[in-house]
Structures are given as C-alpha cells and as structure tokens.
C-alpha cells in the first residue's frame, strides 16, 4: 500500500493555507517538507502540481515555488516532460551522506562539549525531556520537530555557524532515509541523545562526537541502509 494511501492525522487535520495570512510559499513548502521527511510521500512518488494545490487550497503557483525549493534541497527532482517526483538516492549517494553526516554530527557534538553554554544546555536538557515524553507515549506528530530542535540547540552550542548551515541541509536530505525507522525506534533515538547531552554536559568531546556519529550509525541501519558503520568519529 502506498504511503499516501491512508491519510495521517495531521493531513486530515490541515486548514486550508490559502486561508492563511502567512507568505504561502514558505507555508506551501513547509507542509511538503513535513510530509516528505514523515514518510507520507514514498520515493519516486509523483508530487502533481495541480493536486497539490486542490490539497493545500493554494494556486499552482507556490506548489511550483514550494517545488523549486526542495528541490534545492535534494528532497525533489524535477525532470523534463515527467514533472516532480519524491528524489529516489541510488545506494553510493546514500553511503556518502550518511558517512558525511555522522563526520559532521560528530565535530558538532564535540564542539558543544568544548563550548557548552549552561543556559543552552538548560534548553537542550528541556527538549530532550520533551522527546523523552513524546517518544514514551507515542506522540509520533511532535517527534520530527522535536527531534530537529535537539539538533538545533546543538548545533546552536557547538557555535560553529559554517557547521550548521551545513548540517541543516544534510540532516533535511537523509531525513527521507531515516523517517519510517526513526518512528519505529523513537525511544531509542532519544536514549542515544540522552548519550549524547550527557557527554557534552560532562564536557567529554571526544566521547560525544563518537557518541554522535554512532547515533547516525544506528539510524541508518535500522532504516536497513547500505553502510557499514566506521570505528572512528570525527
């Protein structure tokens, strides 16, 4: 069964973002952003244009603007006479984002544990205690942004603005990879976070970036991806 099959909750929950006061092409490409990482779009799916905007109650403007933007991100392809489709990564271009995004989300969680800032270690304290909470009771809908957030906060203690400029696009990118098993193994994902906040509130760098890349490590290969995890971190 395709994954746009059955309709989510949230889906079935959207008001209509023409109605919206909002710029509609940052609406526009949010929502296909978040159902893009949910999942809720498989690989190689067809994104129409004009159904689309029937969806979001949009013209087919912002959806070609919306479009046009995750395709910057790596997220759509857009081909000649066939239109966009959810990006499909063939299995080398997977290895290598993944191997790149666990040698970068290593030297960003050392960096956060040479430059650990107490009141953005309080705030990071405070999301993991949300994505505890929200994996424990299998509140599926807040886990994506919450999971983002941690990485967020992070990045923001790292204090490597080059760094996460980098890392936003490339956590987006292998986000598609890692989506269904990430809400499959939400309570582990936030147990290796815990590991990882921990690490950098002891100020153990070292630790936190091998605990770091482990971590993109063992979402890859619950997402049953082509790698085989590297001994060394960053």
């Known amino acids: 069964m395709s994954a746009r099959a059955a309709l989510t909750e949230s889906e079935q929950a959207v008001v209509s973002l023409g109605a ?29 244009e004009n159904k689309l905007s029937a969806e979001l109650g949009v013209s087919r403007i912002p959806v070609r603007e919306a479009l046009r933007a995750l395709a910057s991100e ?10 966009a ?6 299995p080398d271009i997977v290895r290598e984002m993944v191997e790149v995004r666990a040698t970068l989300e290593g030297l960003n969680a050392k960096l956060a544990a040479q430059r650990r800032d107490p009141t953005l270690v309080a705030e990071l304290q405070a999301v993991l205690h949300q994505g505890m909470e929200a994996a424990a009771q299998g509140r599926a ?10 990485h967020e906060v992070l990045g923001t203690i790292a204090a490597n603005s080059v760094l996460q400029e980098m890392m936003r696009s490339l956590r987006e990118r292998t986000a598609v990879l ?32 091998l605990l770091a890349a482990r971590h993109v490590y063992s979402a ?6 082509p790698i085989q995890e590297q001994t060394q971190a960053a």
């Open 220 to 225: 890859a290969k619950a997402a049953e991806l």
């Open 20 to 48: 919206s006061h909002s710029p509609l092409f940052a609406l526009v490409t949010d929502k296909l952003r978040e159902r893009i990482l949910k999942g809720e779009y498989e690989p190689g799916e067809r994104l129409v």
């Open 74 to 83: 790596g997220l759509v392809l857009i081909e000649p006479r066939r239109g």
């Open 178 to 209: 890692f989506g269904p098993a990430n809400a499959v193994r939400a309570r582990q994902n936030w147990e290796e976070h815990a590991q990882i906040l921990q690490a950098v509130i002891a100020g153990d760098a070292d630790l936190a970036a």
């Open 141 to 150: 809908d807040e886990l994506l942004s919450l999971n983002s957030r941690f």
């Open 85 to 90: 489709s959810v990006a499909r990564l063939s």
